[in-house]
């Protein structure tokens, strides 16, 4: 397939989902924070599904789901603790942490040392100065999701832009390996309010990536028992911005809205059966642990790819280019496949956990062994013979126990 064919099937998508039946589906901050709603899976979204694994199977798109079904950079036991994952990446649990920011502090601080600065220049009271900035603030914030005020914020901290674009990108790369069908990323509040994905005209979305997943969507609308996979694959997905952000800059400083939302998500998630797992607080931050160092590994081992993203989405390429972008630096580089082997395995041993890079063998046991190598005898005759007469004798012990037992509960 040419590049120009490649970008108009994906231009077909972008076109498809934008005037889809629900437009909400994959929204990550829940409002209110009650329980998550999410809508049927509408007919626009399996049709780019069906796109995307159509592609794959033709071989025109390779990267797509080749860490799907479990083939996790990181195999093993799913407890990770905050030792074990700077152990294994290199990174504190600090610099994982989303940190508050100081963006909204230092605005307020420029902007009121510029109005001090008009008014005893101009002679306009400076009080009349706070009072208009604070009603074009309140008029920015109702009517266009503080679109004003960001784009202020950007031409005062280029940086700012940098770090959106690298967190985004790291929800993208993620869903994209993990086999989730990407339909579009917005990278500043003025695209979100022109994209009905995001909210359009009622978006509360500065910046994000709206990704679908079939399967979790099937199983929170009660069509089918959720899945831990499930669960796995929207925890790695979730996490991706905030180790994005971790490997470029040493520490997350956005992210918090992630960890709210699978916060609230876990919470959400009421076991229907008695052998369902219940999500507690304990519960829930080992997941997230465990979703930042799947999520960091994939970046890592898919960097080429990461940073052709990056590079596409800086210079404001659509869905194709961004994909297109993502599947030249794999062929180019020849990455390997995540599924082939893993990068390593979690084992629980020791007091935080281990990672070691081969499994682990069970050890063979002798009676295994006996059988292949001995030749049946009358001495493993008679073995057996006092192997059985060792089975009654237990199970005649067990028999008087049970029956001392019940005389116990009988005199109670």
């Keep these: 397939m040419t590049e120009d064919r490649f970008l108009e099937v994906f231009r077909v998508i972008e076109d498809r989902t934008k005037a889809a039946e629900e437009n909400n589906i994959n929204k990550r901050l829940v409002e209110g924070g009650g329980p998550l709603d999410y809508p049927l899976t509408s007919p626009a979204r399996m049709e780019m599904t069906d796109m995307y694994n159509t592609l794959k199977s033709k071989g025109i798109v390779q990267v797509f789901g080749i860490a799907a079904e479990g083939n996790y950079p990181a195999q093993g036991t799913k407890i990770v603790t905050p030792v074990l994952l700077e152990k294994i990446t290199g990174l504190s649990m600090v610099s994982l942490t989303p940190k508050p920011t100081n963006t909204l502090l230092l605005a307020g601080v420029a902007l009121a040392v510029f109005e001090g600065i008009l008014s005893l220049t101009t002679g306009i009271e400076l009080n009349f100065l706070i009072f208009i900035t604070l009603f074009i603030a309140f008029l920015d914030k109702l009517l266009i999701n503080g679109a004003i005020f960001e784009t202020i914020t950007r031409i005062a901290m280029p940086e700012y832009t940098a770090k959106i674009i690298r967190h985004e990108a790291g929800h993208f790369l993620c869903a994209y ?20 994905r995001f909210g359009g005209k009622r978006t509360s979305v500065n910046a994000g990536t709206s990704f679908f997943d079939a399967s979790l969507s099937n199983e929170i609308n009660g069509l089918h028992p959720l899945t831990r996979a499930s669960i796995d694959r929207y925890s790695v997905i979730v996490m991706g911005g905030i180790a994005a952000e971790a490997l470029n800059f040493g520490r997350a400083d956005g992210g918090a809205g992630d960890e709210i939302a699978l916060v609230s998500f ?37 960097r080429p790819c990461y940073d052709a993203l990056v590079d596409a989405l800086e210079r404001g390429c659509d869905l194709g280019a961004c994909v297109y972008a993502i599947e030249s630096a794999a062929k180019e580089n020849g990455l390997p496949s995540i599924s082939e082997k893993p990068l390593g395995y979690i084992v629980d041993q020791g007091m935080y956990g281990d990672w070691v890079t081969e499994p682990q063998m069970e050890p ?25 007469m060792s089975l009654e004798a237990l199970k005649t012990k067990m028999e008087e126990k049970l029956k001392e037992i019940d005389s116990k509960l009988e005199s109670l």
Excluded at 183 to 188: K, R
């Design 364 to 388: 063979k046991t002798i009676f295994n062994t006996a059988v292949t190598q001995v030749a049946p005898t009358n001495k493993s005759s008679d073995s057996s013979d006092d192997d059985l």
């Design 266 to 302: 876990l919470s959400n998630l009421n076991p229907r059966s008695g052998g369902a797992m219940s999500w507690n607080i304990h519960s829930i931050k080992n997941q997230a642990r465990w979703g930042a160092l799947q999520a960091v590994l994939l970046i890592r081992e898919y």
């Design 177 to 196: 390996l993990l086999g989730c069908p990407v339909e579009g990323c917005v990278l500043s509040t003025w695209a979100a309010l022109n994209d009905a």
